[in-house]
C-alpha cells in the first residue's frame, strides 16, 4: 500500500494511510454509526490487538484529519480454516490472534465508509490498497466474507443462493455484494452462519475471492527451497589443557567433522570454550589471563569460519573475549556456511565476571537468519532475564541457542530451568550446551557442570516432559535432534495453549529502548 495519498479539492483533503491507535476516537464514532445494529464499534483492546497484530494490513481514509473509512485485514493459512469457517474463527474474534506471517491469504476482516462520503468511491481505494497490500506480499488472494443485508427483504421468498444470482444479474441491488462484485470480487459459496448477530443477512454471508494474478509461487524446486525441518548438533566439551591455538582448533575440528559427516545444520559450542588457552602461560591476575584468551580470538573465529566453509554446517563458536575499545566483552559468534559472520554480544554479564574480569555487556540484540530459518543467541546468563527472547520471539525466532559455562549443579539449573521456560513461553526450540572436566591451571575454571540439551514447547505434537534430548551430566559428547520448524507454526494457531498469539498485546509489551 502506498501511504499518504493526498486528494485535495476545495472541500475535501483524502488522506489514505495506515491506521494508528491515536485515530480510535474517529474509529469508535464512525463504526458506532456503521454498525448501530451490530454492537457499533470495537472495545479499543481488540483495536490495538489489531494494530500491533498487523499494523501493516490496517488503512484508513482521512479528510481533513479526520477518519472516514476504513479497512482491516489478517493473513492467515488458509488451508487451517477451508471455506466453512465463522467470522470469529477466522479473525481471532477479531484480535488477529490466527494472524500467519508466513500463511498466502490476506483475509478481509471489515471495510466501512462514512454514509456521509458514500458516492465518493472511497470503498474502491480502500479495496485497490488491499490489492497493492496482496500483490507487494506475494500472497495468492484476498478472501472476505460478505454480508448481504438486503436479503431481509428477500428471505421469505428467496434462498441465500437464489438471491446472490439476482444480485449477480443485476435485478437485486445490495450495498455490500453488488459493491463487492463491481471490484472483481467472485462468490465462491454462501457461508452460513458467519455472523450470526447480522440479522439483516440472516447469519449468511458470501465466500468472495479476489485472486492476485502476479502472485508467485516461487517453487524452487529441487534445490534451494527453505526446509521445514533442522537438524542441530550441540557438542558438550570437555575442558582439558592445550598448548597452543591448533590444538584447540584441531579439537574444534573434530566436532565440526563429526557432526557434518551426520549432516548437521547447526554446530553449538560452549561458552568460553577456549577457556584452555588461558593455561598456556602463567599470569599474575585473573584480569591478565582473561586478556590474554582475548588476543587469541580472532585467529580462532577466522579459522572456524573457514571450518563452517569446507564442511558445509553453520557453526555457532560457542562464546569469546574480545576487547574493543579498551574494554572486555562477551561475544558468540555465527559462522554461517556461506562464509558469512556475525555475532551476539552477551548483553549480561554475572556479577563474577564484572567482578574478576571488569567485563562489560553489550547493547544490541539480534535474531539472525539461516538457510534453515530465524535463529537468536543468549550466552548463558542472558537467557535468564525473559525479555531478551521475547523480543526475539517478536522477530520471528524459531530456535534459540544458548551456549553456557556453569561450576555447580545449582548454577546449572539456573540456565536449564529458564531456558525450558523460554521454549514454552515463546514456542520455539531451545538448545543449550556447556562444558565439562577441569583446568587446575586456570584461575576461576577449575570445575564445571554440565548436561546439553535441546527443549521443546510444551503440547501434544511434542515430547511429554517438553524435551528433545539431553546428554548424560559431565561427559563428553555429542547431542544430534531433529527439529520440525512446520510444528511450531501449527502450535502458534492450534495449540492446547497459545501463548504468542493470547498475549494481551492491548494491556502490555516489551520494547528496546537502545535505537
Keep these: 500500500m502506498t501511504d499518504d495519498i493526498l486528494i485535495d479539492d476545495p472541500e475535501h483533503k483524502l488522506n489514505l494511510r495506515h491506521l494508528k491507535i491515536d485515530d480510535f ?35 484508513c481514509i482521512e479528510d481533513h484529519g479526520v477518519v472516514v473509512a476504513a479497512a482491516f485485514t489478517v493473513i492467515v493459512d488458509y488451508d487451517k480454516f477451508g471455506d466453512q469457517h465463522t467470522y470469529d474463527e477466522i479473525t481471532g474474534n ?18 466501512f465508509v462514512s454514509p456521509d462520503y458514500r458516492g465518493m468511491r472511497l470503498g474502491r481505494r480502500l479495496y485497490e490498497a488491499r490489492k497493492e497490500l496482496c500483490q507487494n ?61 447480522d440479522k439483516e443477512s440472516h447469519g449468511y454471508a458470501t465466500l468472495l475471492e479476489w485472486t492476485n494474478l502476479y502472485y508467485d509461487p516461487e517453487k524452487s524446486a529441487l534445490i534451494g527451497a ?52 588461558m593455561g598456556i602461560e602463567n599470569h599474575q591476575s585473573s584480569i591478565d589471563s582473561i586478556k590474554a ?8 573465529v577466522e579459522a572456524i569460519s573457514r571450518l563452517a566453509v569446507s564442511y558445509n554446517i553453520n557453526v555457532i563458536a560457542g562464546s569469546i573475549p574480545i576487547i574493543e575499545d579498551g574494554e572486555l566483552l562477551n561475544i558468540a559468534y555465527l559462522c554461517r556456511r556461506d562464509g ?22 553489550g547493547n544490541d540484540l539480534k535474531v539472525f ?3 534453515f530459518g530465524k535463529i537468536g543467541i543468549l550466552i548463558c546468563y542472558d537467557v535468564e532475564f525473559p525479555e531478551l527472547a521475547r523480543l526475539q520471539s517478536e522477530q520471528g525466532m524459531q530456535i534459540l541457542f544458548v551456549p553456557f559455562w556453569t561450576d555447580t549443579k545449582n548454577g546449572y539449573l539456573r540456565v536449564r530451568c529458564c531456558a525450558q521456560a523460554r521454549a514454552i ?38 515430547p511429554h516432559d517438553a524435551i528433545m534430548a539431553e546428554t548424560t551430566p559431565n561427559t563428553e559428547m555429542t547431542l544430534i535432534v531433529d527439529l520440525d520448524l512446520e510444528k511450531l507454526n501449527k502450535l502458534q494457531n492450534e495449540g492446547s495453549v497459545r501463548n504468542f498469539l493470547d498475549r494481551r498485546r492491548d494491556l502490555y509489551k516489551i520494547e528496546w529502548l537502545r535505537k
Excluded at 152 to 158: F, I, Q, R, S, V
Aim: glycine share 6%; proline share 7%.
Design 25 to 59: 476516537p474517529d474509529l469508535k464514532k464512525l463504526m458506532d454509526r456503521v454498525y448501530p445494529g451490530l454492537g457499533g464499534c470495537w472495545p479499543e483492546k481488540i483495536v490495538r490487538s489489531q494494530l500491533n497484530v498487523f499494523p501493516d494490513g490496517q488503512i
Design 94 to 111: 477479531a484480535y488477529l490472534t490466527t494472524h500467519d506471517p508466513k500463511g498466502d491469504v490476506l483475509y478481509g476482516v471489515d471495510i
Design 137 to 197: 506480499l506475494n500472497l495468492k488472494a484476498i478472501i472476505a466474507g460478505g454480508r448481504i443485508p438486503n436479503y431481509k427483504d428477500y428471505a421469505n421468498t428467496l434462498t441465500p443462493q437464489a438471491y446472490i444470482e439476482q444480485v449477480k444479474r443485476k435485478d437485486i441491488y445490495d450495498p455490500i455484494l453488488t459493491f463487492q462484485l463491481s471490484n472483481d470480487f467472485d462468490v465462491k459459496r454462501v457461508l452460513k452462519n458467519y455472523l450470526p448477530e
Design 226 to 277: 527453505t526446509p521445514t525441518t533442522a537438524r542441530i548438533g550441540c557438542i558438550q566439551w570437555q575442558m582439558r589443557p592445550f598448548s597452543s591455538v591448533e590444538d584447540l582448533i584441531q579439537q574444534v575440528e573434530f566436532f565440526i567433522d563429526a557432526l557434518s559427516d551426520y549432516q548437521c545444520d547447526m554446530a553449538l559450542f560452549p561458552e568460553f570454550f577456549n577457556a584452555p588457552l
Design 293 to 300: 584468551l582475548a588476543e587469541y580470538s580472532v585467529e580462532i
Design 340 to 361: 558469512t559472520v556475525d555475532s551476539q554480544y552477551k548483553i549480561h554479564p554475572t556479577p563474577h565476571e564484572k567482578r574478576a574480569w571488569i567485563m562489560q555487556g
Design 369 to 371: 537468519d539461516t538457510d
Design 425 to 462: 513461553e515463546n514456542e520455539c526450540y531451545v538448545a543449550i550446551a556447556g562444558s565439562v572436566g577441569n583446568l587446575p591451571k586456570v584461575d576461576g575454571a577449575d570445575i564445571q557442570y554440565a548436561q546439553s540439551a535441546v527443549f521443546s514447547p510444551s503440547d501434544f505434537s511434542f
